[in-house]
């Protein structure tokens, strides 16, 4: 594949009037100035194992092919997206700050961003870890976040609601929030250690503890201690700490589907995938 392949004219060539189909838009009670889609792994230019939208310049991929797609993703949704350099924590940035640092060549280590600005995407790549998109109830705000078990664990939904509230007009306010859970490692393949059952039933409020040990079932030999855990139920409980119980999603594995979806823990040489989320006028 020749280096003029991978430029913006090439993407402009690319370019559709819809999302490719097996895109996910999400199905939740958004109001209707909230745009959000989640991409798999169709509609680009990678080849081999990130074949073919892969958005990650970590992944081992030709960084022609990923400006390709990453230009590609921003003529389909009609918007520029804020990268963030993700390193399984809780910070939470705001998304023209992430934008702006992306521009200088210094990415914002984060996991998380929100924003109150019409016209750009707070956006998190993932291959198993699981993609929360937010919004208030009346589209005044969104946020993303990426989540995987130790962000999780460690309180990147709470910092990512909490954020996001802060940048509605009445800041302060318990404003209703919408969630959706996008594709992320299912609890029949999320084999997990003692270890990180422990943490999260160490970070458990007494009422959230019994739910919390329901969410990793016993795998294997007892005398191991492994578990599957269930990353959309632990996203839940995090969820309702901050009163969101308007929650979407959550019914995609990403290990299992192979033709549709990126998974590290399945190939490890893989692409990533993104979840986005924005206002329009």
Request: net charge negative; proline share 6%.
């Amino acid at each position: 594949m020749t280096s003029s392949l991978h430029n913006l004219d090439h993407a402009r060539e690319l370019e559709q009037d819809t999302f490719p189909d097996d895109w996910i838009v999400p199905d939740w009670p958004a109001p209707s100035n909230v745009r959000a889609v989640f991409t798999t792994r169709a509609g680009g230019v990678s080849e081999g194992p990130q074949a073919t939208f892969n958005l990650g310049f970590k992944a081992d991929d030709d960084p022609a092919a990923v400006t390709t797609n990453r230009a590609l993703l921003a003529l389909r949704t009609g918007v520029p997206s804020a990268w963030v350099a993700q390193v399984h924590g809780p910070r939470v940035v705001d998304a023209q700050d992430a934008f702006d640092a992306v521009r200088a060549g210094d990415p914002l280590q984060a996991d998380a961003s929100a924003t109150n600005a019409i016209g750009l995407a707070s956006t998190v790549m993932v291959a198993d870890c699981m993609p929360v998109l937010l919004c208030d109830a009346q589209g005044q705000a969104v946020a993303a976040a990426h989540a995987g078990w130790r962000g999780l664990c460690a309180g990147v939904i709470e910092q990512t609601v909490q954020a996001l509230r802060a940048r509605l007009p009445q800041t302060g306010t318990r404003a209703e929030v919408i969630a959706w859970l996008g594709p992320c490692i299912g609890p029949q393949t999320f084999e997990v250690g003692p270890e990180v059952r422990e943490a999260f039933l160490d970070a458990a409020t007494p009422a959230e503890r019994d739910a919390t040990l329901a969410a990793f079932g016993a795998h294997g030999d007892p005398a191991v201690g492994k578990s599957l855990a269930d990353l959309c139920a632990l996203a839940r409980l995090r969820l309702a700490r901050e009163g969101v119980t308007s929650v979407s999603g959550g019914q995609w594995c990403t290990v299992s589907d192979s033709a549709r979806f990126y998974s590290y823990r399945r190939d490890r040489t893989t692409g990533r995938m993104a979840a986005l989320v924005w206002r329009v006028a």
